[in-house]
Every structure is written in C-alpha cells, then in structure tokens.
C-alpha cells in the first residue's frame, strides 16, 4: 500500500519536475536568442565602423601616395628646368667663363626662394 502512494508521490515530482525543466530550458533559450540578437547588432555596427575606417584610411592613403608621387616627379623634374635656364645664361653669357655663369645661376636660384620665402611668410 505505501508503495503505490510512493510512486504516485515519485511521479508527481517527476512531472513537476520535468516541467519545470521544460519551462527553464524554454525561458534561457529565449533570452539566449535575445542576446544572440543583440550581440549580431553589435557586431553589425562595429564591423560597419570598422569597415568604414579601413576604407576612409585606404583613402587617405592613396592620397599621401599621389602627393608624394607628384611631388617627386617634380624634384625630379628640377634639374631638367635648370639644364634649360643653364644653356640660356652660357648663350646670353658666351663672354665669361662656365664657372661665373654657374655663379649666376646659383645667385637668380637663391633670390626666387628668398622672394618666394618673403613672400609667404614675411611682410611684403
């Protein structure tokens, strides 16, 4: 006689129980999903400011490396210009010898950059 009322109490705490299992397992998947979710927006966000990082420094990049490229073609257009200006004081000057012509050439250098240098930072 105390056996069956020990099983009866026996599966009424099995179905209790599992039921209450059930209805734990059901609450934390739930909120997992939830916070499943949130943590997908999260890493949407940051890996489209992440990305628009990278692309805005890819940007900046190309554009130093285009400044830079165009600033060493013009150095190393310089000489070119100056062969030219060269030949015109060794025919203007075909009296004097190369080293004063040099002398002149040097000399017009270094009053264009003084002007230029004077002309952006000093008063005039």
């Known amino acids: 006689m105390f056996n069956w009322i020990g099983n009866k109490v026996s599966d009424a705490f099995d179905w209790a129980l599992s039921g209450i299992s059930a209805a734990f397992s059901w ?4 909120i997992g999903t939830i916070i499943t979710g949130i943590f997908k927006v999260i890493g949407a966000i940051f890996g489209g400011v992440v990305e628009a990082v990278v692309n805005i420094g890819t940007s900046l990049l190309e554009a130093l490396s285009a400044l830079v490229d165009l600033i060493i073609r013009f150095v190393n257009d ?6 030219g200006f060269s030949d015109l004081v ?3 000057f075909a009296f004097m010898p190369e080293e004063f012509t040099m002398l ?3 000399g017009l250098l270094v009053l264009i950059i003084v002007a230029v240098i004077k002309r952006f930072f000093g008063k005039g």
């Open 27 to 30: 609450l934390f998947s739930g």
């Open 78 to 83: 310089i000489p070119q210009l100056f062969e």
């Open 90 to 92: 060794n025919s203007a």
């Open 104 to 106: 002149i050439i040097f």
